[in-house]
T-cell receptor
Framework: GESVGLHLPTLSVQEGDNSIINCAYS??????FIWYKQESGKGPQFIID?????DKRQGQRVTVLLNKTVKHLSLQIAATQPGDSAVYFC?????????????FGKGTTLSVSS | GAVVSQHPSWVICKSGTSVKIECRSL??????MFWYRQFPKQSLMLMAT?????????EQGVEKDKFLINHASLTLSTLTVTSAHPEDSSFYIC???????????FGPGTRLTVL
C-alpha cells in the first residue's frame, strides 16, 4: 500500500535556508529508501538513497536520515536554492525481492523564494 | 548514470482510439520495468510490472485488457492504452533499474490527453 504519514504537503523557505522534508513509511520490512525530486511535467529525478543498515547518508547539499525505530525518513537540503523548488517524494522498497516496485509517499511541494 | 527515455512526451487523441507509449533504457539492460500513472497534484501510482519475455503483473484495479504491456527486449517496454477515454488522461511514467533490485531510474513521462 501507499506510505502515508508525517509530512507537510507544502514547505516554503527562503533562499539560503536549510530545508527539512519528512516522510514516514509503513512497511517494517522495507530496507531501501530513496528520495526523488519531480519538477512540473517531468519524471522523478533520483536525489539520494539509503539502505537500512545505515542511519545517515550525505550527498552534495543533501542529507538523508533514517530512523528505523519510528519508521521515519527525512531529507535535508542545505542552503536551499530557487532551483530546488519541486515536489519531493520518498519511496521505499524491499531489496532482494526481484522485480519489486517502489512504494511512493504522497510528496511535499517545496517552494523557495529569493 | 542510467538513462530512461519515453516516447512520445505528449499525445492528444480522440476518445475510442488507442495510444502506444514506449519506454527505453538507453545505456543499460532492464529485466524489469515499471509503469506508473500520476494524476495532477498526486503521487505516482504503480500500474504494472513489466517483465522481459513474460506477462506483465498488474496492480489491483488496473485493467490488463485496457492497458496492454509488452516487454519484447531488455531495453524496451511498451504501454498501449486501448479505447482511450477522457478519464485515462494522465501522466504516464516508466522506470527501470540496472539490476532486479536496484535504484530505479525514471523516464521523463508521457502526458496523455484524451478528448
Amino acid at each position: 500500500g501507499e506510505s502515508v504519514g508525517l509530512h507537510l504537503p507544502t514547505l516554503s523557505v527562503q533562499e539560503g535556508d536549510n530545508s527539512i522534508i519528512n516522510c514516514a513509511y509503513s512497511n517494517s520490512a522495507s530496507d531501501y529508501f530513496i528520495w526523488y525530486k519531480q519538477e512540473s511535467g517531468k519524471g522523478p529525478q533520483f536525489i539520494i538513497d539509503i539502505r537500512s543498515n545505515m542511519d545517515k547518508r550525505q550527498g552534495q547539499r543533501v542529507t538523508v536520515l533514517l530512523n528505523k525505530t519510528v519508521k521515519h525518513l527525512s531529507l535535508q537540503i542545505a542552503a536551499t536554492q530557487p532551483g530546488d523548488s519541486a515536489v519531493y517524494f520518498c519511496a521505499e522498497n524491499i531489496m532482494g525481492q526481484a522485480g519489486t516496485a517502489l512504494i511512493f509517499g504522497k510528496g511535499t511541494t517545496l517552494s523557495v523564494s529569493s | 548514470g542510467a538513462v530512461v527515455s519515453q516516447h512520445p512526451s505528449w499525445v492528444i487523441c480522440k476518445s475510442g482510439t488507442s495510444v502506444k507509449i514506449e519506454c527505453r533504457s538507453l545505456d543499460f539492460q532492464a529485466t524489469t520495468m515499471f509503469w506508473y500513472r500520476q494524476f495532477p497534484k498526486q503521487s505516482l501510482m504503480l500500474m504494472a510490472t513489466s517483465n522481459e519475455g513474460s506477462k506483465a503483473t498488474y496492480e489491483q484495479g488496473v485493467e490488463k485488457d485496457k492497458f496492454l504491456i509488452n516487454h519484447a527486449s531488455l531495453t524496451l517496454s511498451t504501454l498501449t492504452v486501448t479505447s482511450a477515454h477522457p478519464e485515462d488522461s494522465s501522466f504516464y511514467i516508466c522506470s527501470a533499474g540496472k539490476f532486479v533490485s536496484d535504484t530505479q531510474y525514471f523516464g521523463p513521462g508521457t502526458r496523455l490527453t484524451v478528448l
